[in-house]
């Protein structure tokens, strides 16, 4: 990190960033108009299922796509331009300013050198020392991240780690350059609850340390309603919502995340059923007109076949975006999730393409069905 | 659905006399380790599956969690004698299974299926849906051709499929729908037990919502009986009866969804508990604050720790947990099955 500033300076800043890739069906459109900024010391979470372009977005940061995917908008780190970076010019940003863990432990770690050899590698890349003290610097990583003995780690092989000890190698491995960010992508799928546990514990205490900003990528609720400040949810590879983490959480103002919500068991909703999204994600080379997620949404209105909406500000904070035409609506249910309710055994049309014609009166007389059932499963 | 600790009344005419519909007693598992050299031997055994002792009901769902190496599949595994135990004993309607061979064996499989992991992988990309479904029908002489076929097309519209589609390919479906593939093939035959085996891991959550809806409503209409294996507490809680948690091969904690979940009386169950994260913002901050976080990795069943199997990871243990293993037991007054020397109740939030 090149120095402490407390200022209000986002360190990154996206904007309007679009990536799509070539194929011989068509063009593949990974991400869609990503905008956001990041600062100092803060956690940023990413949700959204796979395909909805989390990772792509970040690898376009990182500079790591491959040559043929076209990438569109601005990456601005301390107001420098890193889209149209070559390779090698990345090189200096790359760990040094950004740096990324990978999900994959088991393969993100070369298997034929020595943790300390990989770690050592990687501070040599960006600091002119001897080998000597990039060692030295790779066992005081390996200490940052809680592994025990690290000097007799370091001369180990990546097969003598256990699954949570190697995701520990590689997050000394993103930290030991002092970076200013650290994308994490889905560092903790590959895991256990218990190793996860220590993990995230050990991610927050090394942003506490260094003050490093994070964006952490992930699939799983959960962890994000722990440890991030702001939440931006993807769908079909543009944000769907953004916000603080309670803001989002608590008065989702998008259908989407409020399925989402309403797909995970939480211990509150004991004995009820679940309220999942009804259909698929939609291609990303043929997106539906309109808004992407028109075809499963069960407040469909003819106006979201017609137009994507934009990022509105929902309910006055400035923060709290949604892209829905119908948010205002959304607001006004008291619990939305129920709009998600179908039966599974026999079901085959989405509930949405039964609603387009006239989405008000159908939906209140299928809320007032759910709510029949369930008292009937209930007694 | 509210309490969720009795047996649902078995909607299949299951029998509903005083025996489980499964027994499992002091199943063991163990796997030989071959050393490398000229001539391969023996050098040691995976302990699996360690004394491994639950019934199961007719129309109930147990629930079987662990960490990734516990032996959860494993014991799903040998319980439907897909790996043949190494002793102990396994009782389906009363009749031992562990003995049984050949023909005896294939008419007794009616009854019990199970629903594999990776939809991706159980599914052979080259055959039709119609032959996916249609095959444990042939091999258990279900009927003519038309009758076959009309009972693909009634699997079909159970699991939420379009009966049309039965002529395409299995990887023309979503992840989501293969699994409901899976799931239609494992009903094909209308078993009474039905093993899933991390049915529900490789969907992406919201897929996933629906697939626990639909096992959710199957239960309900043809009165099946579960074992869910799983690693996520969370959809564990969702659909089990009963849960029963597993460490490095043995049960640590069986009993009631309520009280598990609530007041556990094993450390292994309280750590596990406290660890999920919960998408909540207020409560995970409340719960971060409170974690309790075990040091270290679960150990290698090659050489598992002498005496209570989690004491190496275990902020209780004592002397007497490295020479004595703790029985499955009741302790204190909670209904709760522990294996646990010092078992005290403790409310996770």
Sequence with gaps: MTNGIETNEPLLRVSDLTVEFPTEDGVVHAVRDLSFELKPGEVLGVVGESGSGKSVSSMAILGLLPKTARVAGSIAYRGEELTGLSYNEMRKYRGNAISMIFQDPMTSLNPVFTVGHQLAEAYLEHHKVSKKAAWAKAVEALEQVGIPQPDRRAKQFPHEFSGGMRQRVVIAMAIINDPDVIIADEPTTALDVTVQAQILETLLRIRDETSAAIIMITHDLGVVAGMVDKVQVMYAGTVVEAGTVDEVFDLPRMPYTVGLLGSNPDPSLIGERLTPISGAPPSLVNLPSGCAFSPRCPLVAPVCHESEPELYEAGGAVSHLTRCHRWNDLAGYENPKKLFAHKEIGAEEPLAALLIDNPEAVVEEHLADSGDTEKEAAS | ?349
């Excluded at chain 2, 604050?289 to 290698?300: A, C, F, M, Q």
């Design chain 2, 1 to 349: 659905m509210s309490t969720g600790t009795e047996t649902r009344p078995a909607a299949g005419g299951a029998d509903t006399t005083g025996t489980p519909l499964l027994q499992v007693n002091d199943l063991f598992k163990s796997f030989p380790v071959r050393g490398g050299g000229i001539i391969p031997r023996t050098v040691g055994h995976v302990q699996a599956v360690h004394g491994v002792s639950f019934d199961l009901a007719a129309g109930e769902t147990l629930g079987l969690v662990g960490e990734s190496g516990s032996g959860k599949s494993t014991t799903g595994r040998a319980i439907l004698q897909l790996h043949k135990p190494t002793s102990g004993s396994v009782k389906f309607e009363g009749k031992e299974l562990t003995t049984m061979r050949g023909r005896d064996l294939q008419q007794i499989r009616r009854d019990m299926q199970i629903v594999f992991q990776d939809p991706y992988a159980s599914l052979d990309p080259r055959w039709q849906v119609n032959d996916i479904i249609a095959e444990p029908l042939r091999i258990h002489r279900y009927g003519t051709t038309e009758k076959i076929q009309a009972r693909i097309n009634e699997l079909l519209q159970i699991v939420g499929l379009n009966p049309e589609h039965r002529n395409r390919y299995a990887h023309e479906f979503s992840g989501g729908q293969r699994q409901r593939i899976g799931i239609a093939r494992a009903l094909a035959l209308n078993p009474k037990f039905v093993v899933l085996d991390e049915p529900v891991s490789a969907l992406d959550v919201s897929v996933q919502a629906g697939v626990v809806n639909l096992l959710e409503e199957l239960q309900h209409e043809l009165g099946l009986a579960y074992l869910f294996v799983a690693h996520d507490l969370s959809v564990v809680r969702h659909l089990s009866h009963r849960v029963a948690v597993m460490y490095l091969g043995s049960l640590v904690e069986v009993g009631p969804r309520e009280l598990i979940y609530s007041k556990p009386m094993h450390p292994y169950t309280q750590a596990l508990l406290s660890a999920v994260p919960v998408p909540d913002p207020k409560r995970e901050r409340e719960r971060q604050r409170n974690r309790i976080v075990l040091t270290g990795d679960i150990p290698s069943p090659v050489n598992p720790p002498s005496g209570c199997r989690f004491r190496t990871r275990c902020w209780k243990a004592q002397e007497i947990c490295a020479t004595e293993a703790p029985e499955l037991k009741k302790r204190g007054d909670s209904e709760l099955l522990s294996a646990c020397h010092f078992a005290e109740e403790m409310p996770v939030a």
